[in-house]
């Protein structure tokens, strides 16, 4: 990048070290850990786009060639698209553990029920049981 503009060098550089840690911190199944490396790489996208446009204005006002710019740009994007496809990525992993902790949770509440019908149905074969007990015995006293 042939630019004066060390800030979004060092956004870039920034940019590098976080996407190079990505794939450790998902392998890493820390929740936490992914969803704050997710913010991480939001906040430093927005920055280094932020300054993206600021330089291509400045590039501007320099009269720099639209194909230098384009250029520029290209070389930007690219490493953006590198992080955002981490970005989706993370959701993806994030998305992944939610469904699995609701399925955990519904087969959960299922179980419960289940023991809960099972509990239900052998009162009631008790009580049946019971009366069935009670009217023999009624009927053994009446003969």
Do not use: P
């Amino acid at each position: 990048m042939a630019t004066g503009n060390s800030v979004i060098e060092n956004k870039l550089v920034q940019l590098k070290l976080i996407v190079g840690r990505t794939r450790k911190i998902l392998e890493s199944g820390n929740q936490e850990a992914v969803e704050r490396q997710q913010r991480a790489l939001r906040t430093i996208v927005a920055d280094i786009d932020k300054c993206k446009v600021e330089e291509e204005a400045r590039m501007i006002d320099e009269k720099k060639e639209l194909t230098e710019i384009s250029e520029w740009n290209s070389n930007i994007e690219e490493k953006l698209s590198e992080a955002d496809k981490d970005i989706h990525d993370l959701r993806e992993w994030c998305e992944s553990k939610k469904r699995e902790c609701e399925e955990n949770q519904r087969k959960q509440e299922l179980d419960f029920e289940h023991e809960l019908f099972q509990t239900r149905l052998k009162f009631q074969n008790e009580l049946q049981a019971a009366k069935l007990k009670q009217e023999s015995a009624s009927v053994e006293k009446k003969e």
